[in-house]
T-cell receptor, first 110, second 116 residues
Framework: NAGVTQTPKFRILKIGQSMTLQCTQD?????MYWYRQDPGMGLKLIYY???????DKGEVPNGYNVSRSTTEDFPLRLELAAPSQTSVYFC?????????FGPGTRLTVT | AQSVTQLGSHVSVSEGALVLLRCNYS??????LFWYVQYPNQGLQLLLK??????LVKGINGFEAEFKKSETSFHLTKPSAHMSDAAEYFC??????????????FGKGTLLTVNP
């Protein structure tokens, strides 16, 4: 199993551009999550999904959108990127209380 | 609502010394508690978890933690630090059985440095 994979690893965006961060898991987990990690701030939940077709907002959803059309994929969309969205983004999936994290996407908005 | 406080954003120990990373939580329902480790430029990996049962839990790489309800604490310890333990450690809490136990709230993290 590859586990949780994320693409791209790095990306630089200009202010106002849009992009989609990809997340795929091959463990057939129903629960999936998107977090952002900022230095000294821990991880903040952006969106989560409890199964295909079901998503909900986390703690910091503004400026982001998600969709979940399949069990495997949970893409995160940034519309009109802003410097405040410069961060490291982690996707995770969950089974039996344990969350499995992807390697992250480092995004810089300038 | 839940919250996690990790005391000390940076802890430095000598190789072979005791590692103690502190975590206090607040939760309106019985919690599930977790410690995750993050090595540089990697995702988070579960070290150990407490859900129910024995309050002293053992994890990978020789780490253990004790759930103390009266102190609302879940401190992480390791008797003898190794250079490979240098990483950032995150404590996390979720609501326990019957609650929204699928969402985690993370602390801000503690960076562990191990000196030779």
């Amino acid at each position: 199993n590859a586990g949780v994979t994320q693409t791209p690893k790095f990306r630089i965006l200009k202010i106002g551009q849009s992009m989609t961060l990809q997340c795929t898991q091959d463990m057939n987990h129903n629960y999936m999550y998107w977090y952002r990690q900022d230095p000294g701030m821990g991880l903040k939940l952006i969106y989560y999904s409890v199964g295909a077709g079901i998503t909900d907002k986390g703690e910091v959803p503004n400026g982001y959108n998600v969709s979940r059309s399949t069990t495997e994929d949970f893409p995160l969309r940034l519309e009109l990127a802003a410097p405040s969205q410069t961060s490291v983004y982690f996707c995770a999936s969950r089974v039996s209380y344990e969350q499995y994290f992807g390697p992250g996407t480092r995004l810089t908005v300038t | 609502a839940q919250s996690v406080t990790q005391l000390g954003s940076h802890v430095s120990v000598s190789e072979g010394a005791l590692v103690l990373l502190r975590c206090n939580y607040s939760s309106s329902v019985p919690p599930y508690l977790f410690w995750y480790v993050q090595y540089p430029n990697q995702g988070l990996q579960l070290l150990l978890k407490y859900t129910t049962g024995a309050t002293l839990v053992k994890g990978i790489n020789g780490f253990e933690a004790e759930f103390k309800k009266s102190e609302t604490s879940f401190h992480l310890t390791k008797p003898s630090a190794h250079m490979s333990d240098a990483a950032e450690y995150f404590c996390a809490v979720s609501e326990g059985s019957g609650g929204s136990n699928y969402k985690l709230t993370f602390g801000k993290g503690t960076l562990l440095t191990v000196n030779p």
